[in-house]
């Protein structure tokens, strides 16, 4: 992402009560859980150039820092990883969360063993960087469709493994959460409905509708349709929500007059900064947008670490 792009995220920010409303929000066992394989991945056996250069009781200061313009997010992710390396390791965030941050911002600090600080470095640098880049990117969607009622919502295109940071990353640029997962609610594409129906449009409603009533009351159903002519035997069944994919903006906006208030109206496909702001004009309720996640560049942050003053010279002396 560009910086002039960046910087353009940052003008339209959820505001401090929204900012504080994300503490909590991002599981501890399921960032522990990361962590933890990441390093394994990363240092199965030990950092054996650490272990070979740095004396065990060398101590350090890293300050994690932006090189560009955005919007931050993950630093009980910085947090937990320097915490998971050296338990005793002081970790001070200096921008929560979901503010917005200019280029050369201190983000946070860590003072601990140098050793597990640059065991941890690359795990943290690499998670936080794409958290960050994630709600950079959902802060410029957000920004481009404000005033219109439409929602900014990801989709199950993220990470493997990573979706539980990604979608809190989506939060934290002020976007909103679809389904996290298959077991969350009924989402029948269009693969689906040509398998239920072998084919056959008459058949849609009622197989929608059977369907349905074998639901529990709090799950949710949505139905994705590709043309106008499906619009009414979907709602007939009685579904909460209809996706309009790949639709034109006239199609849209005649989709949004046909749905009339039935079921929330949700747009996807062909969503990008282009063309957000005209989809969010036609009156849908949500928009989903896989590139939230599955195509962002990692933010430029950096991590510069110094050791104690005077660590240098008692080495040499010594």
Known sequence: MSAPAAAASTAARPDALSVQALAGTLPASAVDAVLRAALQEDAPYGDITSQTLIPADARATAVLAARVPGVFSGGEVFAAAMKLTDADAAVELLVADGA??????????????????????????????????????????????????????????????????ERYAVRCGGGANHRFSLSDAVLAKDNHL??????????????????????????HFEVEVDNMEQIEPVLAA??????LDNFSLEELAAGV??????????????????????????????????GLTHSVAALDLGLDIELEPGYATEQTAG
């Open 238 to 243: 009685g579904v909460d929500t209809i996706m």
């Open 194 to 219: 040509a398998v239920l129906t072998g084919g056959d449009p008459s058949k849609l409603t009622a197989v929608l509708r059977d369907a349905r009533a074998r639901l529990g009351h709090t799950t």
């Open 257 to 290: 007059a046909l749905v009339g208030g039935r079921a929330r109206v949700e747009a996807s496909g062909n969503v990008n900064l282009a063309t957000v702001a005209g989809i969010a004009a036609t009156g849908v309720d949500v928009i989903s947008i896989g």
């Open 100 to 165: 917005a941050f200019a280029a050369g911002t201190p983000l946070a600090r860590v003072r601990g063993n140098a050793r597990a600080v640059l065991l941890a470095e690359r795990v943290a640098l690499n998670l936080v960087q794409r958290m960050s880049a994630i709600a950079t990117r959902t802060a410029e969607f957000v920004a481009l469709v404000d005033g219109t009622g439409a929602r900014i919502t990801d989709t199950r295109k993220t990470t493997p493994g990573l979706r539980v940071l």
